[in-house]
Nanobody, 124 residues
Framework: QVQLVESGGGLVQAGGSLRLSCAASGRTFTIYAMGWFRQAPGKEREFVAAISWSGEITYYADSVKGRFTISRDNAKSTMDLQMNSLKPEDTAVYYC?????????????????WGQGTQVTVSS
């Protein structure tokens, strides 16, 4: 069983930046892809970014491409999401997720473990 704990959320003005972190424990972290998803009030959970086990392959949702950067440190069992040029529409609860396999993936069903989420609020 793996435990995922997100941190770094908060309130920021439009155009600002935040860095989210996810700490993993309880299972071999390095052999699985990781990802970030988000869920805004009244909306379904949506894909934000994913990274392969090695960190060499990354995918981004079109809505965040060029603004967000996903990274991981396998030695520390952590994954980060650097979010720049934030917009009010980025407001959501952000979830860290562990993939069921080693390669970066976008589909929510291919992630098997989830953190509790961290709130990101972007004011206009």
């Amino acid at each position: 069983q793996v435990q995922l704990v997100e941190s770094g959320g908060g309130l920021v003005q439009a155009g600002g930046s935040l860095r989210l972190s996810c700490a993993a424990s309880g299972r071999t972290f390095t052999i699985y892809a990781m990802g970030w998803f988000r869920q805004a009030p009244g909306k379904e959970r949506e894909f934000v970014a994913a990274i392969s086990w090695s960190g060499e392959i990354t995918y981004y949702a079109d809505s965040v491409k060029g603004r967000f950067t996903i990274s991981r440190d396998n030695a520390k069992s952590t994954m980060d999401l650097q979010m720049n040029s934030l917009k009010p529409e980025d407001t959501a609860v952000y979830y860290c997720a562990l993939g069921r396999g080693p390669n970066a993936i976008r589909t929510i069903s291919t992630f098997g473990s989830w953190g509790q989420g961290t709130q990101v609020t972007v004011s206009s």
